[in-house]
């Protein structure tokens, strides 16, 4: 199994959910590719843990669809699956619009000029071929809304379907450079500032819905 080669470990122990968050990412960004063997040892040795916390995260990385666990044989990265990303955009799509809605009688003349900011780092990235950069900024943009709705509960619950997004994201960039993301994301600004609250909620479900039958959307 072809791991990557620089170890995100800056200790000799990782916590938990640093084990987690590495292999994740590591499928997320397609360094380790769909159908490719995972083994504890070869993970272990990269992150510098055990294999007990490596097993831990790839049985939180099957609960997510990014893994397939066959118990006794072997544990592969999961193939790209349309119907699951249909599935995962919906969800997310509900999600963000919750937040927004519980956020939107927060939302300060500050958190749109943030919102603003992160919007232009996307449109930047989507044009330089970036796409680390564009997935951040593309987040940025959707934290405050988040951080706003003072529920800890929705971002819990979308990290189990914003993985698979992004992964399609990543291993489709081609297609996400052509997104409309970022008008989408002026048109959410713009709503909260005119005070349509059931419009910027309708726009933030829309902005993660649109095109879901494409894995390769961008939200």
Known sequence: MPIPTDSPAAHRTLLRDDVYRSIRDAIVRGQLAPGEQLRDQELGAWLRVSRTPVREA??????????????????????ENPEAIVHARQ????????????????????????????????????????????????????????LRSGNPLIP??????????????FLHFESMKGSASPEQHLEIIAAVRAGD????????????STIAENPSHSD
Do not use: K, Y
């Open 197 to 208: 609250h059931a419009h910027a909620v309708e726009l933030t479900s829309a902005n993660w």
């Open 91 to 146: 969800i997310a799509a509900q999600l963000h619009a919750l937040a927004m809605d519980l956020a939107f009688p927060h939302l300060t003349e500050g958190d749109l000029v943030e919102m603003e900011q992160a919007n232009d780092r996307l449109r930047s990235a989507l044009t330089s071929n970036d796409i680390d950069s564009a997935i951040a900024a593309d987040d940025d943009f959707h934290e405050v809304a988040l």
């Open 58 to 79: 790839l049985q939180r990385l099957a609960q997510a669809g990014l893994v397939i666990a066959q118990p006794g044989r072997m544990t592969r990265v999961a193939p």
């Open 156 to 169: 819990d619950h979308l990290e189990v379907v914003t993985a698979n997004l992004r992964r399609a994201e």
